[in-house]
C-alpha cells in the first residue's frame, strides 16, 4: 500500500491511527513484498501478528495457502474484513495476541508454519517471548520491529542487550538481516529506525520445554551470580553446584557472561 492508499482507507472508514496501539502502517509495497517472500509465505501456512489495514496481509495471501491473522483494534478487524471478504485463505481473529490461545490456532497452522509481522513497538519483547517459548512449529519468521529491538536477537554474551529473548531465538534460529528501514516508510512515521530480521528453525535442533522457566530464574537479578539466582528460584545450594558443576559453568558466573549452549545444557538438565 501506498502512503496515499493508506489515508484514503483511512478516510472511507472514519479511522486515525492510533498510536498507543503502535499503528505505524508500512507504505512500501515493495517492501511489503520482500517481508511476505522472507516469511515462507509460499511453503508453509502463516500466522500474522497485527495486520492493521492488510499493508503486509496482501502479498501473504498471495502466496500462502492460508493466512491467520490476529488484530486487537476492532475498526482494523472491520477493514480487514471488507478488504479481503473474498480471499478463501483467511482466518482473522479479533484478540490481544499476549491473549490467543496458540493451541487453538495450531491446527490452522499445520505441521509446519511461518510467522510474518510489523510488530506494534510497545508489545515487541512479549510477542517476541511468546512466539519463541511456544511450542507451535514455526520453520521461519520474517518480523519488522525498531533497530534497537533487532539487536536483542543478534546480541553477543556481556553486551547489554543480551538476555532471554537473545538466548531462545539464537538457540532455536539462524537469525538474519534482511533489511533495514527509515521512518519514511511508514504512515505515520515513527520517530526510530527499523529493521526487518528473518529467523531459520536450525536443522536438529530440538524444543527444551524448561529454557524460558531457566532463563527467568537466570536474568531474574542481572547483578547477580547464576547460583544466587537459581538459588533465588527455590533450589539448595548443594542442588544449584551439583547442577551448575554437572552442566559445565562455574559457580561464579553471570547470566550475561554465559552462551546459549549453556543455557541449553542447564535446561537439559532440569528437564
Ligand atoms: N501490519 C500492518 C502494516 O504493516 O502496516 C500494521 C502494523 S502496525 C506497526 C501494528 C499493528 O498491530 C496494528 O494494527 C495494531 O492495532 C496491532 N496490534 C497492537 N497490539 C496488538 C496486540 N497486542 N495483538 C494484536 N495486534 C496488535
Known sequence: MTVAEIKSLLVTHGLAPNRALGQNFLADEAVASAIAEASGAAEFPVLEIGPGL?????????????????EIDASMVRVLQARFANAGNFTLLHEDFLETDLTAVAPLLGAKCAVAANLPYYVTTPVCMKLLASALPIERMALMLQKEAAER??????????????????RYYDIKLLMELSPARYYPQPEVDSAVLTLARRPGVTDLPALP?????????????L????????????????????CGIPPAARAEALPPEAF????????
Open 264 to 271: 541449553a545444557r542447564l535446561a537439559e538438565a532440569m528437564l
Open 227 to 246: 547460583m544466587n539466582n537459581l538459588r533465588g528460584a527455590g533450589l539448595s545450594r548443594e542442588n544449584a553446584e551439583a547442577l551448575l558443576e554437572k
Open 213 to 225: 522457566r531457566v532463563l527467568a530464574s537466570a536474568f531474574s537479578m542481572r547483578r547477580k551470580t
Open 153 to 170: 536477537f543478534t546480541a553477543l554474551p556481556g553486551s547489554r542487550q543480551y538476555g532471554p529473548l537473545t538466548v531462545l531465538a539464537q
Open 54 to 70: 492488510g499493508a503486509l496481509t496482501e502479498p501473504l495471501l498471495c502466496l500462502s495457502l492460508h493466512v491467520t491473522a490476529v
